[in-house]
């Protein structure tokens, strides 16, 4: 069983910064792709950022300059350190690992973190 726990989110003033972290635990032997989605309320779940095995990183256009996602591949843990916040930023931010395998038992699946609130308001 693999589980993503997500931390690192609250209130922040425009302009401050947040860093979330993402750890995923369990008898993982590699994990692909880590990535940040985030969902405001009455918007569909989009993609904030993704970074791979091998620390190639692809940003959504919005948060490009602001955000930078990194990995510790020997923990696998995932990070969102996000600059220069605005109020848009405000959402809920979800961790996504892809193509995670295990091996015992073996398995190769996706999974999602539950999630972690992000407000950015004065």
């Known amino acids: 069983q693999v589980q993503l726990v997500e931390s690192g989110g609250g209130l922040v003033q425009p302009g401050g910064s947040l860093r979330l972290s993402c750890a995923a635990s369990?008898?993982?032997?590699?994990?692909?792709?880590m990535g940040w989605y985030r969902q405001a309320p009455g918007k569909q779940r989009e993609l904030v950022a993704a970074i791979t095995r091998g620390g190639t990183t692809n940003y959504a256009d919005s948060v490009k300059g602001r955000f930078t996602s990194s990995r510790d591949n020997a923990k696998n843990t995932a990070y969102l350190q996000m600059n220069s916040l605005k109020p848009e930023d405000t959402a809920v931010y979800y961790c996504?690992?892809?193509?995670?395998?295990?091996?015992?038992?073996?398995?190769?699946?996706?999974?999602w973190g539950q999630g972690t609130q992000v407000t950015v308001s004065s």
């Open positions: 996504n690992a892809s193509r995670v395998i295990t091996l015992i038992p073996w398995s190769e699946d996706d999974y």
């Open positions: 369990g008898t993982i032997f590699s994990i692909n792709a």
